[in-house]
Nanobody, 120 residues
Framework: QVQLVESGGGLVQAGGSLRLSCAASGIISNINTISWYRQAPGKQRELVAGITNGGSTNYADSVKGRFTISRDNAKNTVYLQMNSLKSEDTAVYYC??????????????WGQGTQVTVSS
């Protein structure tokens, strides 16, 4: 199994930066992809960015050029560097992983997430 814990959210002014962390534990070697999602009040949860075990990344169009996802394998942590933040980035941010098991690919359960609030 794999467990994830998000941290690093907070209150920031528009144009500012934050870095979110997603710390993984368990059978790390079975992880395929770790992704960041967000959910704003009254909206559906959406994919923000993802990074594969091989280091390939993908981003939502709304964050391209502003957000960067990266991983530190020594620390078993994935980061989301968020620059040029906008009020519309305000949301609860969650990380999620898909990983291999004997029974096929599984996803980690959703955690509590970390709140990001951007004031205009």
């Amino acid at each position: 199994q794999v467990q994830l814990v998000e941290s690093g959210g907070g209150l920031v002014q528009a144009g500012g930066s934050l870095r979110l962390s997603c710390a993984a534990s368990g059978i790390i070697s079975n992880i395929n992809t770790i992704s960041w999602y967000r959910q704003a009040p009254g909206k559906q949860r959406e994919l923000v960015a993802g990074i594969t075990n091989g280091g390939s990344t993908n981003y939502a169009d709304s964050v391209k050029g502003r957000f960067t996802i990266s991983r530190d394998n020594a620390k078993n942590t994935v980061y989301l560097q968020m620059n040029s933040l906008k009020s519309e980035d305000t949301a609860v941010y969650y990380c999620n992983a898909n990983f291999r098991t004997t029974f096929g690919t599984r996803f980690t359960p959703w955690g509590q997430g970390t709140q990001v609030t951007v004031s205009s």
